[in-house]
Structures are given as C-alpha cells and as structure tokens.
C-alpha cells in the first residue's frame, strides 16, 4: 500500500462518525439526495484531507526534534546504522565471553563497564568504540568479529508527552487503596510532592527532578497506588533515558518484586532493551507501556511493541482517540490522556495531554487487581474496560477504555 494511502485510511479512522452512516442510499420516489450529500462528503473529505495533514505533520516533527537533538548534542550522541539516536561512541554486547572481550580489545576497542544485571541474569559489557570509528561502522564490523553475540547500540528513548499546561491549583485527588498497591516507573525523577516510596537514579546527575517523571508518579497516587518506586534513567545526562540505564532500572524493580512496571518512554527496538523486558516477563512483572505521540505515521514504538508489554493509547475528553497517539505492533488499552490533571516538580497543578499520562492509569488498575491476589488480571481488566469504536478489539482503541474518568481534579 502506498504510504499517502495508507495515511488516508488512518486519516479517516480518526473521523468521529462513519461516511457509510452519514449517508442514506436513495429510495424511488424521495426527493434528489445530492444536495444533502455532496455537501456532506465535501466536509467529509476536508476532514481527512486536515487529518491526513495533522498526520504528515506530526510525523515530520519527529524527524525534525531527532535530528535537532542529535545536532546539538554531537559530543554525546550519534545516529546508529537505523538512523536511530543512541549514546556516542560506545556499544554494547550481550553473551560476550572474556575471551571475545579480549579479541575486541586486541581491535582497539576499550572496556568502559562489565556490569551483571542479576535479577534479569544478564551480562551488560559496554565498549569504547576505537577511535576515528562511527556506531554504524562498529555495527558492520563487529558481527563479523564476534560471531554469536549480541551486538546493540546505546539508544535512546524520549517521553512520550505531548502538552503540560498550568492549570488552577485545587484539590489533587487520590482514590484509597484497599489494599498495598505498589508499581514501579521508569521515567525523570519526580518532584516531592508525588510522595514516592524510593527512588534511584541509573544516569549521571541523577535525581534532578522534572515535570514529566512528577506527573506519572502523581498520577499513579491519584490512580490509588500506595507505593511507588521510581527509577530515573535521565538525570542531567544529555544521552539520557538509554537503553542501558532502562534495563538496569527494570532489573532494580525486579529485584524489588514490584509486580507492575509503567514506562511512558518510546523509541527503536533494541536487543538490550528487548531482553531486559522478556526476563522481567519472566519474573512475572508486567510492562505496562505508552504507544507515544508521533502519529499512527510514526514508526512502532518500543518497549510497547515487544510481544506481552500491555500497550496503551489514550483518548481525550469525548472519547475520542488522539490525533497524535502513536502506535505499537498491538494494542491492548486505552485510558484517559487529555484534560486530565497531575503535579509538576513544583507540586503544582497542570493539565496533561499524551499517552504518557494514560499509561500510569492502566497500570494502577492492572496493580490494584494484582493486588487482589487476581494473578489473572486481564479478565477482569477486560470486563470493566469499556467498549469504544468497532465492537470488541480494534486497533483505535485496543480492548477498551479503562479507568473511565481517572485523572480528574477533585
């Protein structure tokens, strides 16, 4: 299918209201119907020719904030062999023996780190690539010298977010818990008026709070969530958000038994990240994860992607699936991502807008049934999901909507 083409279908699955249901078929003896349809399907047509636009557009901008940050960032980022961002200069093996590390070295490649992720029993060794050696030419060179190991670059992954605004300060609500619901967040370290239980940091200059980490921890509290653990993989690192440091946050997490782990990051597959969320998996934690807000023109996105990550879009107020909701290889929920209110790194109010902020939503209520001691929570979720677009699963809104009317100012 020819991607103008396929823009166009998304463009008009985004449409509030099907042409085919606008339209009535003529009856023999009824007046001419094609002055109340062609005007119809004029503004049908300037619709998705609008949200065919808003798409190329949004898609565009992706290309465009990657490629600003890769130029103003050139000591601490380069592009990889996909034309993904990733940290400068270095990559990474998985299943490398010493004497494979060895060879490397004899190739003027330099040891930075060998670290052992124990609850995820994985063996991260970082490399410094030789000198005058780009990522994508290490990727080509090193298969080939290290046949059978897992050779990936350091990618980065960005939040998932797409509006913060200020909004007027009242009272911020927070449902109880019935019982102790803990998840865990990868994300910026939030502020200290989101009360989290613990927080550690996986990057340099870590625990410099942001809005974005402040809002998901205190919509998690909102949500009914009595414990969060949050773990922050930006810091003040300019290749922050990694993949390197998600991985050792979830194997942080795992090791905590937290039972539910909400990421509202996005970005490319990567082998490191890839097996940190399969032996997470494993350990019988749940991903929870955000489809992002590049339009469904952008490329899937990952860790949402990965085969049994619960994948989450969000709607706004109407119910309606937002325009700039990204997309995964499945879709599984949808949940509030539009006026919907948290905290800033202030504690102050604001209201939110992406799939960033739904994510922690579905997450709560997969926690809290958990915590029910309902090891089969996608039962129940699915039973108070509500049902939008075609009738049962669909690729707009996944299973249904959950935690219908969460993220509201109280």
Known sequence: MRPRLSLLIAALALLPTPVAAQVSVPQVGLPPVGPVVDPLLDRTDRLARDTLS???QLAESRLDRIDRLVRRNRRYIERDAAGEPARRGEIVLLGASADQV?????????LIEQGELASLDMVLIRLALPRGTDLDEAQRELPRLLPGVTIAPDNLYFTSSSAMLPAPQSGFGRAQASATVTVGMIDSAPGPAAQVAEMRSFASGGGTVSDHGSAVAS???????????AADVYGTDRAGGNAVAIAQALDWLVGAQVPVVTISLVGPDNPVLSHAISAAQRRGTVIVAAVGNDGPAAPPAYPASYDGVVAVTAVDRREHALIEAGRALHLDYAAPGADIYGLDRRGRSQRLRGTSFATPLVAARIAAIRASHRDHWRGSLDSEAHDLGDPGP????GRGLVCRGCGARQ
């Open 54 to 56: 808003e798409i190329e």
């Open 102 to 110: 060895e060879l490397a070295q004899g190739e003027g490649y330099r």
């Open 219 to 229: 919509l998690l509290r909102g949500a009914g969530v009595s414990r969060v653990l």
């Open 394 to 397: 669909d690729a707009t809104y």
